[in-house]
């Protein structure tokens, strides 16, 4: 079994073009010594600039995409190889996590690796950058089943969930990467099933770390005794 982990409509993107002039984006760049264009959105500091952006409350959080990140990639199922990791952004931009990388710890180191590569056309290195869809990913993953992560899903344990996604070859988990909403119809289109493994919303790295840790129990991994 090798778990395709997909962080899906993640909340990480370069500034849009309609907010490059708003002081609080230009201000940001001027003071990193960057062009606007070039620079994550990110709610923290350009809070006012997002208020009028299209789906607003869902975007610009690339902190908690990178906690998310580093609950899959420290665990020791990711060091043994065991998961494939895809950052697909809400801007169709599929984010390819080379097997076994250690994503950096420090926030901004994060941020320059992810400016660098959502600036590239074509990125390559240990985190490669291509366009597509949510769907055309899942398709080029070839996974024998996907399961969505979702408060609007059928309740199910974790413990079962996790039983259940052992007994593939080839499954492919997906965790909303944003703070507010719910998958696009087309990200639900795509996957098999939806399932809320709580009754309450939680935070996207919590459900990353627990369902990875569950999965992990059920196979054999080098530490295990
Ligand atoms: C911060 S949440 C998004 C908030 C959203 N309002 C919600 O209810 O899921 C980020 C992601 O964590 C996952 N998630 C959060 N709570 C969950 C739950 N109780 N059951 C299953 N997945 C959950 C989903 O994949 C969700 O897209």
Not at 47 to 58: Q, T, V, Y
Not at 110 to 137: I, M
Not at 180 to 185: L, R, T, V
Request: proline share 5%.
């Amino acid at each position: 079994m090798k778990l395709r982990f997909v962080l899906a409509e993640a909340a990480l993107e370069l500034v849009p073009k309609e907010a490059w002039k708003h002081p609080a984006v230009a201000a940001d760049a001027r003071r990193r010594g960057r062009e606007p264009g070039s620079i994550l959105l990110d709610r923290s500091t350009h809070h006012e600039a997002m208020l009028r952006l299209k789906d607003g409350p869902k975007r610009g959080r690339p902190d908690l995409v990178h906690s998310s990140i580093l609950a899959v990639t420290g665990s020791p199922l990711y060091l043994e190889g065991r998961v494939a990791l895809y950052v697909h952004t809400s801007g169709d931009i599929v984010l390819e996590i080379e097997e076994r990388t250690r994503v950096p710890k420090s926030y901004n180191r994060f941020r320059g690796l992810v400016e660098k590569a959502l600036s590239e056309e074509e990125g390559s290195g240990l985190v490669k950058a291509y366009r597509s869809s949510l769907p055309q990913l899942i398709k080029k993953l070839g996974a024998d089943r996907v399961w969505g992560l979702s408060t609007q899903g059928a309740e199910r344990s974790l413990d079962e969930l996790a039983e259940e996604v052992v007994r593939f070859e080839r499954p492919c988990v997906v965790v909303g990467g944003f703070p507010h909403g719910h998958f696009a119809p087309e990200v639900v289109g795509a996957c098999d099933e939806l399932v809320r493994i709580h009754a309450k919303p939680l935070e996207a790295h919590v459900v990353t770390s627990r369902l990875v840790y569950e999965i992990e129990k059920r196979v054999a991994t080098a530490g295990t005794r």
